[in-house]
């Protein structure tokens, strides 16, 4: 399907076990972001990748790690989830080449559950 | 850091009525680039309306339009003739020109009375 998806869309886990969630793009954009949202705190960027093998930091990186080895793909892993993990989190895809407004898709979403 | 702030958890107005809602952000940047994206229970983000701090006229798509204050830093967001459709969390954001940070507000739920 063209657009942006994530997988899985829920997903409960346990304290310390490793989860990786899926992002993919069909739009060949450059850059990609993972973000979550808590309530009272709107959505905040955990990671970001401007192209493949080139990925920074965003506003709470801690305990995330992001690889994108293709420009389609971009798997966030939690290492070793924490209850303070759970949350809503969103992919979101934006052209190398600036459009007008810089306008991200998002995708719909992956709502994880740390036990 | 930029911060975005959206002043009203919670909103509410009567269906074909006009609603407004506030975002307020600080920054010392004078070029960039401002959004309201809507969440329906769907949990999709959907980009409702955007703005260019440098242009001076206020944007409008159809029922929404902005009323963006760059001295004030307030970019507010009026829906007028209201619809049952237009129920969800609406989210400010703020992006930079220079990186790929874009900051949300905390979001505002609207609800639309019948």
């Known amino acids: 399907d063209a657009g942006i998806t994530q997988s899985p869309r829920y997903k409960i886990t346990e304290t310390g076990r490793q989860v990786t969630l899926m992002c993919h793009q069909t739009w060949s954009h450059s850059y990609m972001f993972w973000y979550r949202q808590d309530l009272g705190h709107g959505l905040r960027l955990i990671y970001y990748?401007?192209?493949?093998?080139?990925?920074d930091k965003g506003e709470v990186p801690d305990g995330y790690v992001v690889s994108r080895s293709k420009t389609e793909n971009f798997p966030l892993t939690l290492e070793s989830a924490t209850r303070s993990q759970t949350s809503v989190y969103f992919c979101?895809?934006?052209?190398?080449?600036?459009?007008?407004?810089?306008?991200?898709?998002f995708g719909p979403g992956t709502r994880l559950t740390v036990l | 850091a930029q911060t975005v702030t959206q002043s009203q958890p919670e909103m509410s107005v009567q269906e074909a009525e006009t609603v407004t809602l506030s975002c307020t952000y600080d920054t010392s940047e004078s070029d960039y680039y401002l959004f309201w994206y809507k969440q329906p229970p769907s949990r999709q983000m959907i980009l409702v309306i955007r703005?260019?701090?440098?242009?001076?006229q206020n944007a409008t798509e159809n029922r929404f339009s902005v009323n963006f204050q760059k001295a004030a830093k307030s970019f507010s967001l009026k829906i007028s003739d209201s619809q049952l459709g237009d129920a969800a969390m609406y989210f400010c954001a703020y992006r930079s020109p220079i990186n790929n940070d874009m900051r949300f507000g905390a979001g505002t739920r609207l609800t639309v009375k019948p």
């Open positions: 990748s401007a192209a493949a093998d080139i990925t």
């Open positions: 979101a895809s934006k052209p190398f080449l600036e459009n007008l407004y810089n306008e991200q898709f």
């Open positions: 703005q260019e701090a440098y242009k001076q």
